[in-house]
């Protein structure tokens, strides 16, 4: 269980290192704000996998909320952007 437990978070670490790298070089402000929700979608993932493990429902309201800012983020930038594009 260690092992798995180990290999997880090398996992979940290297995306969050590859997101965090998009965010900071990314080409434009759509590529920044795409890498913001997948890391955001990889501390979710990290969060379910703690939850998991530890058999503790504690974490869930905080994915719950998570998941909800997400959405609501997510949603408001594609419609910021169809404005911005349709101009």
């Given amino acids: ?24 070089r990314g080409p434009s402000v759509l590529d920044r704000i ?10 979710m993932v990290a969060i379910a996998t703690e939850v998991a493990f530890t058999r503790d429902a504690t974490g ?13 983020g997510s949603v408001s930038v594609a419609r910021f952007a169809v404005r911005k594009g349709s101009r």
């Fill in 1 to 24: 269980m260690i092992a798995v437990a180990v290999i997880v978070t090398l996992l979940l670490s290297a995306g969050a290192v590859l997101a965090l790298v998009r965010m900071v």
């Fill in 34 to 43: 795409v890498a913001t929700d997948v890391l955001l979608a990889i501390v």
């Fill in 60 to 72: 869930l309201p905080v994915l719950v909320v998570l998941s909800i800012l997400g959405f609501v």
